[in-house]
């Protein structure tokens, strides 16, 4: 992938040849090579993908201090519905109709009808979300609360009290931050299998080439790192050696003269060579790398301003918002089940959550951080040989739902480092299934991609699909495998057997638990001893 020169295609769409790539633009400074610092994209913030990224960060702070005071507004309901026009009026009619209503076959009427209503005033809404959005209707977005006298007062205390920024700045986002990304620019759109992009929109195809541009130079930098921490390994054992080399006792009956080598030094001297020569050669490959990275950062830098010049100020993309907007309500539905509870307004009717089971930014970070304890691989891709950290985008959307979902395992014109996308229902009746099921799906999509036309055959899903046929189940293998994945980590992981046999042997063989969860195992039970042992085995023959 990384031949030093500008990427053909990028060179056609800019009107250059290859080699015009490399003048005019300065290369970049490698003296912040390996910060952790990232680009600046303009617009709203967007954590780029930061590969040398080993966990999440420590949570500081889960709630305000000092509750805000949005809910005590006595024209609250009143400026929610402000500037919608005829879809606020007719959500407001409905909704009277709705709280008085008396018979219960006519609340489920008015229910019904109050579904759809909400929705297109709700669009609306979302169509001002890449602006400057109120509070209030910050908070029809993000919580769903039409009205504050729809929840309890230690409901209003709570939310009240959620922290607003992304003060960790990971890829977890609510809906008015979410339609905001897109509408600005800074995140693409869902894929849909209904929008098709127009191969004649230049700027849209620079975009995608910018995708993938940012993907090879996030690849090119991260191979560099591991090249570097290769010859520093080198570099160590040579030292060393040398030091062994070195070291002398007084030759007997001569107290000023070293004694001659061992036999055990002379056999160092070979060793000396071949990491001399393994260093050479671990050098060049660095010369290389570093090459590619210049490369692949000068494309990002010429597509970034070109994009500019073409694109001028960030403009908001009503469209965008728009399409994404029905997107949204797609993954809403299928986090929520057709049997579930579609009601889209938060009202103490249907809220049950404690606050610790209410799908914050927070609370979904803290339970990420804790399956990844246990499956250190969950947000992995291989690349090259080696595998990435690529947490996905999380869309928070407040739905009574109980299934998180993967909508996408990565971005089709970047598959080298770009995130996918799941969405978690923000009032489930338990949040950890709700992302256990997310990343179950996630992990499943990633596979599956990755094994492409033999993922029957090969790989986590292969093996797991023959299992599934082999026992002549009925049904989608996805959620049965969704089923195990979340039995694997809530149960299995604490010694319970409760998957089939040979399941357990895919799953510790492609999900693999955390060292430290495979030592407690080992000595709970004999099967997850013999399971430990074959991982040793697997390693003395270098076939894992």
Not at 459 to 466: A, C, D, R, V
Request: charged residues 30%.
């Amino acid at each position: 992938m990384f031949q030093g020169e500008m990427d053909p295609e990028i060179a056609a769409l800019l009107g250059t040849s290859g080699a015009a790539g490399r003048g005019g633009i300065r290369p970049p400074d490698y003296s912040s090579l390996f910060d952790d610092g990232s680009d600046d994209i303009g617009a709203v913030d967007a954590p780029e993908v930061d590969i040398t990224e080993e966990h999440f960060p420590e949570i500081t702070k889960r709630s305000e201090p000092v509750p805000r005071q949005v809910f005590n507004d006595p024209n609250y309901y009143k400026k929610a519905l402000a500037g919608e026009g005829d879809r606020a009026q007719r959500v407001h009619t409905i909704v009277q109709k709705y709280v008085n209503a008396k018979d219960p076959k006519d609340r489920g009427v008015f229910r019904q009808q109050l579904i759809n209503a909400y929705w297109d005033f709700l669009l609306g809404v979302a169509q001002k979300a890449a602006g400057r959005l109120s509070e209030i209707h910050k908070n029809l977005l993000r919580f769903g609360i039409l009205h504050p006298n729809f929840m309890a007062p230690e409901d209003k205390d709570f939310f009240s009290r959620t922290v607003e920024d992304n003060y960790l700045n990971q890829p977890v986002y609510y809906l008015d931050e979410w339609f905001k990304a897109v509408g600005t620019g800074v995140i693409r759109n869902s894929s849909t299998d209904e929008v098709r992009v127009a191969r004649s929109n230049t700027q849209v195809k620079m975009q995608q080439l910018m995708e993938k541009a940012m993907g090879k130079r996030d690849g090119a930098r991260n191979l560099l790192k591991a090249k570097s921490e290769e010859r520093g390994i080198l570099e160590h054992a040579l030292l060393e050696k040398v030091q062994f080399v070195t070291e002398h006792y007084p030759l007997e009956g001569f107290s000023d003269i070293s004694s001659c080598y061992t036999e055990s030094q002379k056999r160092t001297f070979q060793d000396v060579q071949e990491l001399i020569k393994n260093l050479v050669k671990s050098d060049k490959e660095l010369e290389a790398f570093m090459r590619d990275f210049n490369q692949a950062e000068i494309d990002v830098h010429t597509l970034r301003t070109k994009l500019e010049e073409e694109g001028g100020a960030i403009e908001v993309d009503v469209k965008a918002i728009g399409t994404e907007f029905e997107t949204v309500r797609q993954m809403a539905k299928m986090t929520i089940g057709r049997q579930g509870n579609h009601f889209p307004i938060m009202t103490r009717e249907y809220f049950r959550c404690n606050p610790n089971a209410v799908g914050t930014r927070e609370n979904i970070l803290t339970q990420l951080t804790w399956l990844e304890s246990i499956d250190p691989e969950a947000f992995s891709r291989s690349y090259k040989n080696r595998l990435n950290r690529i947490v996905p985008y999380v869309v928070l959307i407040p739905s009574y739902g109980d299934t998180g979902i993967c909508w996408e395992p990565f971005d089709r014109f970047n598959r080298a480092t770009s995130r996918g996308r799941v969405a978690l229902p923000m009032y489930p009746k338990n949040l950890t299934i709700a992302v256990l099921s997310a990343v179950a799906d996630l992990r499943w999509q990633v596979a599956k991609e990755k094994a492409s036309y033999y993922w029957m055959e090969e790989g986590l899903t292969g093996n797991y699909y023959q299992w599934f046929t082999s026992r002549k189940l009925k049904g989608d293998v996805k959620e049965y495998f969704i089923e195990d994945y979340i039995t694997w980590i809530t149960k299995e992981s604490d010694a319970m057997q409760k998957l089939d046999k040979e399941v357990r042997g895919i799953f510790w063989r492609y999900i693999p638990f955390a060292q430290p969860v495979k030592e407690r195992l080992k000595g709970r039970s004999y099967i997850y001893q013999e399971l430990y042992q074959r991982d040793v085995n697997r390693s003395l023959s270098d076939g894992y």
